[in-house]
């Protein structure tokens, strides 16, 4: 049988980098040396080559422009790999999981993001073994159909692979960085790699892959909290430029009863922003009839991003007014299931 052949593109991050033997400091390395610096890649007899992003891109620095470049790099090298690798640095990493699972349009094959919290040069690093995990989950193949075992984007770290639109980072000390919260694991890994088949998504028809990479970036997030004031509120709404905006409501998707909170969403939503209603909660989803409260903000014309993560909710809100569509046409395609990154059943609208 011919060798899996594998494509890892390096962005960045903690995964790729050494100290520097005279500032102590983290530096990237020439991802050339990977081999040399994880000579276990060798015992999976796989063909695996690399693109270096040039310079490394720290997470903290990412852009939609950056999104678009590993979006084109994939479509690029689509029919002569089988599986791609994304290594990437952990602050943004849900981000660009969630921005590439609407980029690539048609995919069906793996595109696994890791990256590391301790650097793989480290004499003790979960750099390595994400690596050689992620590596081994791009290879897989489904006995049933002898086709990819990963049809989607996916964030492996530690023992767990999430799906990418519905992951979240939640700690900046352990290994095991990321969760979702409202979708169950792909994958446990422990002795073995234990692929949960009812979660895996299974891409229906056999359209070929496009990389759609417009984004708009006339978009941001509202937090509510406690004491936000009206003048406050009119100042967010009527940022120069903004054209969709992911409100961060309490528990079930609640804000304020007050009238001025009312007419201020209302009156924005009428000059054509697009608001979207998710949780501040990281489980659960918005109940938009349940509460008063919330029920007022559907009222005003707020859309419901049900169980979505902030991360998907946003680059959702770019991808969408990245095609060019309108305000109306975003607001009704918004609540469509695009590639699994919201529960279709189970949150119900009313």
């Avoid at 992620?134 to 692979?161: G, H, K, S, T």
Wanted: glycine content about 8%.
């Amino acid at each position: 049988m011919a060798k899996p052949r594998i494509l890892i593109l390096y962005t960045g991050g903690t995964i790729g980098m050494i100290e520097d033997p005279v500032t102590r400091s983290l530096r990237p390395f020439d991802f050339a040396h990977l081999i040399d610096n994880v000579p276990k890649i060798k015992m999976l007899d796989y063909a695996i080559e690399h693109i270096q992003f040039d310079p490394p891109i720290d997470s903290s620095d990412m852009t939609p422009l950056n999104w678009a470049d590993i979006a084109v790099q994939i479509e690029k090298h689509y029919h002569e790999f089988d599986g791609f690798v994304v290594l990437h640095g952990t602050d943004t990493m849900a981000y660009t999981a969630s921005a590439l699972s609407f980029m690539l349009r048609g995919l069906d094959k793996p595109v696994i993001i890791t990256g590391s919290q301790l650097p793989i040069g480290e004499v003790r690093t979960d750099g390595e073994e994400n690596l050689i995990t992620a590596l081994q989950m791009a290879a897989a193949v489904d006995p049933v159909d002898n086709r990819p075992m990963i049809r989607e984007v996916a964030i492996l770290f530690e023992n767990y692979l999430w799906r990418g639109n519905r992951s979240t980072k939640k700690s900046a000390n352990n290994f095991n960085a990321f969760k979702s919260y409202n979708y169950p694991e792909l994958a446990r890994i422990g002795l073995g790699i234990h692929y949960n088949h009812d979660a895996l998504l299974r891409p229906v028809g056999n359209t070929p892959l496009k990389a759609l990479t417009r984004m708009e970036t006339s978009v941001m997030f509202i937090d509510l909290f406690p004491g936000l004031t009206e003048a406050t509120l009119r100042h967010q709404l009527s940022a120069p430029g903004i054209k969709g905006i992911v409100l961060r409501t309490y528990g079930a998707g609640n804000g304020p009863t007050a009238q001025w909170f009312y007419d201020a969403i209302r009156q924005a939503v009428e000059r054509g922003i697009v608001i979207v209603n998710v949780t501040q909660c990281v489980n659960g989803g918005v109940h938009a009839r349940r509460y008063y409260a919330g029920n007022r903000l559907t009222s005003a014309g707020v859309l419901n991003g049900r169980d979505m993560t902030s991360e998907a909710a946003i680059t959702k809100l770019m991808h969408l007014f990245g095609q060019g569509l309108t305000p109306q046409q975003v607001a009704s395609q918004f609540g469509r299931n695009i590639c699994g990154e919201v529960t279709s059943t189970g949150l119900p609208e009313e």
